[in-house]
Nanobody, 123 residues
């Protein structure tokens, strides 16, 4: 079964930068869309950025011009470069990917989530 493992969260001052990474592993046939969501305390989980296998991207309005999503298909990894961070960017960031798994029962197309990584921006 496929899984996603994130890294790169932490504490940063406002105006600083962080880079998140998320790598998929397991019985993977292909990976379609990959993305990042975030959930601030007491709020719903919202899309931050998404990237297709071909490289088309879309961003939440709140992060446009500050965040950049990219992926390395050979490494099964998606990145989120976050610049000019603000206190309101503080949240748990979750990696998301649409993965076609291959196994004894054939192919399965499933949405996967990472465990989340905390980003804290101090003002």
């Amino acid at each position: 079964q496929a899984q996603l493992v994130e890294s790169g969260g932490g504490l940063v001052q406002a105006g600083g930068s962080l880079r998140l990474s998320c790598t998929a592993s397991g019985s993977i046939f292909s990976i379609n869309d990959m993305g990042w969501y975030r959930q601030a305390s007491g709020k719903q989980r919202d899309l931050v950025a998404k990237i297709t296998r071909g490289g088309s991207v879309n961003y939440a309005d709140s992060v446009k011009g500050r965040f950049t999503i990219s992926r390395d298909n050979a490494k099964k990894t998606v990145y989120l470069q976050m610049n000019s961070l603000k206190a309101e960017d503080t949240a748990v960031y979750y990696c998301n990917a649409d993965i076609t798994e291959i196994g004894g029962l054939g192919y399965r197309y499933l949405e996967h989530w990472g465990q989340g990584t905390l980003v804290t921006v101090s003002s």
